[in-house]
């Protein structure tokens, strides 16, 4: 794209007139938006950017893996990952609200960010991959209905805390430009395709208490989920698609016997920006085969449930 190549030389270049030869740390989650900050950084600073992955243990099926790999190997950017698993799971057990869980999560990210970031010497700026709609909301909507009805948990509060200056090379592009931004820089489209992913992560698609037999559980089932959309080229047209485990076992049977396990929920939603939402109208012929997929392959669960609640009312993820 000729002009997309034409703005990243420019703001390669106002990068390097804002930063000079200071260091800069970036929180890397995985996420589009900081991806790509990070990517075009990396093109504007090279080595003098280090990326810090906080592992939370709340991440999907090799997610950590994918993420760290792909931006240390394929990209060359320096990337800490910080393997926090036991620090936020040992924090959350017993913990069943879910602004409570928000708030154990954001505490526990700015600590441990904080850490690693105090290992990388003279850092003086931290980067972020703040969108113009990000900047407009945080104007115009502030303290209104839409934010208040989940403390969305971000790093926000933490340069002035840490003394740094921020980088927002992203702050005059939309959703879209950024993806085209991506591929510009030579992130892979499978990356920049990716449904958006919420920072707590699993924490919210466990409803009520948090246990490590549950995120297995989730995680595998998630998967085939995610497998038999994709085998079904349904990716693309969903905003977000996710399963969620519920707080609770319910009968089935198994060959003799009887089963006492999780049921889990499907969701899946169009959507233009996350704010409004319509549940995804798939074939009855595709929930029956992802249902019996899941039931089969997953240890634990023996009943699966599609959402199909818009937003409003609901909410796009269960908590
Ligand atoms: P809701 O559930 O509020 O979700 O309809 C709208 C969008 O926001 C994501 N989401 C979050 N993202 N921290 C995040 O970074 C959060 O606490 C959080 N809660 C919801 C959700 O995945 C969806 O894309």
Redesign the pocket.
Known sequence: DWTMSAYRDEMVKSIREQVGDAKVICALSGGVDSSVAAALIHEAIGENLTCVFVDHGLLRLNEAEEVVGMFRDHMNLSVIHAQEQELFLGELEGVSDPETK?KIIGRLFIDVFQKYADQIEGAEFLAQGTLYPDVIESVSFSGGPSVT??????VGGLPEKMGLKLVEPLRELFKDEVRALGRDLGLPASFIGRH?????GLA?RCPGEITREKLEILRKADAVYIDQIRKHDLYDEI??AFAAILPMRTVGVMGDGRTYDYALALRAVT?VD??T?DYYPFSHEFLGETSTRIINEVKGVNRVFYDCTS?PP????L?
């Open positions: 928000r009805i989940k403390s969305h948990h971000n958006p992913f919420p920072g707590p919210i905003w977000q959507s996350g704010m939402a937003k609901g909410t796009i993820e908590e």
